[in-house]
């Protein structure tokens, strides 16, 4: 766990950054993807110059068929390169994303169950948020209780860690 920016207790928006993972590796992943697109881009373009040319060769009768069928399979093999390229780095971008752990929704941080530094292993519990909009209240009352209480009183209702 690289940082932690909540703490037991607060109440965070939607979208709000919890936490963040380190990132490094997978930083340097997205910086690898980068570079392969631009050197299959490269290729993709030369292939793509070298079909035209021998096309244009082929036509005049300077190049054989088994030339262009040549150009076009390397003009083929840089597209799909491209394609393979551009997936992973999309892919990259996306594991990169997931490294920052937001708020799902605006909640309450009722458990905090990590710490910076901390080594996580895949499905760690990290938080526990309780969803502040939709809380369910369920309580007892003594009978003596019931009859201070009428019909649409207001009942406050506190919880020892709430920041009230």
């Known amino acids: 766990m690289k940082d932690v920016y ?22 340097l992943q997205v910086k690898l993807a980068e570079s392969e697109v631009l050197l ?3 290729e993709y373009n ?5 079909l035209k040319r021998i096309s244009g060769l082929e036509k005049k009768g300077n190049a054989s068929v088994s030339e262009l069928d040549d ?23 996306n594991i990169l994303e997931k490294t920052k752990i937001l708020a799902p929704y605006q909640a309450w941080v009722s458990a905090r169950m990590v710490e910076q530094g901390q080594l996580l292993s895949p ?18 009352l003594l009978e003596n209780d019931i009859n201070h209480i009428g019909n649409l009183s207001l009942i406050h209702i506190s919880e020892p860690t709430r920041p009230y």
């Open 40 to 42: 299959s881009e490269a």
């Open 123 to 140: 499905a760690s519990e990290m938080f526990e948020l309780l969803d502040i909009q939709k809380l369910k209240v369920v309580f007892y």
């Open 6 to 27: 909540v703490n037991l207790g607060d109440v965070v928006k939607q979208g709000e950054l919890l936490a963040c993972l380190d990132d490094d590796s997978f930083a």
């Open 46 to 50: 030369a292939s793509q110059r070298q």
């Open 71 to 93: 150009s076009k399979r390397l003009y083929d093999v840089g597209a799909a390169q491209l394609n393979v390229a551009k997936a992973k780095l999309a892919l990259s971008k």
